[in-house]
C-alpha cells in the first residue's frame, strides 16, 4: 500500500461535493426513465446496449458486467424488458450458448428520447462532472 498525503477539510469537500453531484445526476436519471414509463435498470440496459463499444448489440453477459450484476439478475432484467418489447434475444453468431440482445425500434425511441435528456443534464454538470467521450461537449464546450 503506498504512503499519501493526510487527508486535508478539501479533500473531504471534493469527495462529498462529488457524491453529491454525483447522486444528483442519478435521482435525475431515475426520474427521466420513471416519466417515460421505464424503470432506471431498463434505461440502463437500452443504454449499454447502444453503448456498447464496436457493436450494436450486447450479450447478457457483456450486460451483467455493465450492469455490475450477477448473470442470472441480467437474465431476468433482459426478460422483463423483452416482454415490454424493447429488446430481442438471438442465439450468438459464434457461439450459441451466448445469447444477443438487440434494441427493438420501440427500444430505440425510449432510448434515444432519454439519452437526450441525460445529455443535457450532464451539460449542465459540465463544470462537475468530466466524462470522457460521452459526448463532445466535453471537448467543445469549455472543457479541458
Not at 36 to 52: C, D, E, N, R, S
Amino acid at each position: 500500500m503506498s504512503s499519501s498525503a493526510p487527508l486535508e477539510q478539501a479533500d473531504f469537500e471534493a469527495l462529498s461535493e462529488f457524491r453529491y453531484q454525483l447522486r444528483r445526476f442519478l435521482r435525475f436519471s431515475e426520474d427521466a426513465a420513471q416519466s417515460a414509463g421505464l424503470t432506471p435498470l431498463h434505461y440502463l440496459v437500452l443504454l449499454h446496449i447502444k453503448g456498447f463499444p464496436g457493436q450494436d448489440w450486447a450479450t447478457v453477459g457483456q450486460l451483467a458486467e455493465r450492469l455490475q450484476m450477477q448473470h442470472h439478475g441480467a437474465v431476468a432484467l433482459v426478460s422483463r424488458c423483452e416482454k415490454a418489447g424493447l429488446v430481442t434475444r438471438s442465439p450468438g453468431v459464434h457461439d450459441k450458448r451466448q445469447v444477443c440482445v438487440r434494441l427493438t425500434a420501440l427500444g430505440e425511441k425510449n432510448l434515444r428520447h432519454l439519452a437526450e435528456l441525460h445529455r443535457n443534464e450532464l451539460r449542465s454538470l459540465s463544470n462537475v462532472f468530466k466524462v470522457a467521450r460521452i459526448s463532445a461537449f466535453n471537448d467543445s464546450e469549455g472543457g479541458a
